[in-house]
T-cell receptor, first 111, second 117 residues
Framework: GQNIDQPTEMTATEGAIVQINCTYQ??????LFWYQQHAGEAPTFLSY??LDGLEEKGRFSSFLSRSKGYSYLLLKELQMKDSASYLCAVSGMDSNYQLIWGAGTKLIIKP | ETGVTQSPTHLIKTRGQQVTLRCSSQSGHNTVSWYQQALGQGPQFIFQ???????GRGNFPPRFSGLQFPNYSSELNVNALELDDSALYLC????????????????FGAGSRLTVL
């Protein structure tokens, strides 16, 4: 079967660094996405990895290891506005339009 | 550029009724996908429309149907509503090119929250 796993909830302190992990088992692989979703709002695109390695974009970085079926999203210099759910989604080989989504990780930032 | 807009934002229906949700895609996008998101869960793929035809469907029954119009806007119709249909329905648009490989970045609307009583 196809499965995406990520922690349900994480807590971190303002100004600190947090790493949100995602493991996946899918039939084929055509890329992994990270989206941010604030409560009651639309998911917004953060990053896309299709090759192994680290992609850095400002305070956010995303890492992928295809052999391990593993990715993480790294958030640096945390701000209160980073409190949100972070969704990991994988595009399988068979249909590059149907994303398989994790349940999301709710990140709580404390002062 | 305009983003993805959905209507209505909230609605309440009773079991057995029918509902139509609407979505206008982002300017320049030609593909629309619909997702159902239950509280505390990730989005579940319902179906996708490209060139006014359904070209992918998730594990949803036939009472979930849709349309895409020549201007790339789309509708999601749900018949015979059930209590479990209560969820946030998200529309996402993207730009697809024939023959291209690689996944496409989705731009989501804010969603339509449906409550079935």
């Amino acid at each position: 079967g196809q499965n995406i796993d990520q922690p349900t909830e994480m807590t971190a302190t303002e100004g600190a660094i947090v790493q949100i992990n995602c493991t996946y088992q899918t039939s084929g692989f055509n890329g992994l996405f990270w989206y941010q979703q604030h409560a009651g709002e639309a998911p917004t695109f953060l990053s896309y990895n299709v090759l192994d390695g680290l992609e850095e974009k400002g305070r956010f970085s995303s890492f992928l290891s295809r052999s391990k079926g593993y990715s993480y999203l790294l958030l640096k210099e945390l701000q209160m506005k980073d409190s949100a759910s972070y969704l990991c989604a994988v595009s399988g080989m068979d249909s590059n339009y149907q994303l398989i989504w994790g349940a999301g990780t709710k990140l709580i930032i404390k002062p | 550029e305009t983003g993805v807009t959905q209507s209505p934002t909230h609605l309440i229906k009773t079991r057995g009724q029918q509902v139509t949700l609407r979505c206008s895609s982002q300017s320049g996008h030609n593909t629309v996908s619909w997702y159902q998101q239950a509280l505390g869960q990730g989005p579940q793929f319902i179906f996708q429309y490209y060139r006014e035809e359904e070209n992918g469907r998730g594990n949803f029954p036939p009472r979930f149907s849709g349309l895409q119009f020549p201007n790339y806007s789309s509708e999601l119709n749900v018949n015979a509503l059930e209590l479990d249909d209560s969820a946030l329905y998200l529309c996402a648009s993207s730009s697809h090119r024939d023959g291209s490989s690689g996944a496409n970045v989705l731009t989501f609307g804010a969603g339509s929250r449906l409550t079935v009583l």
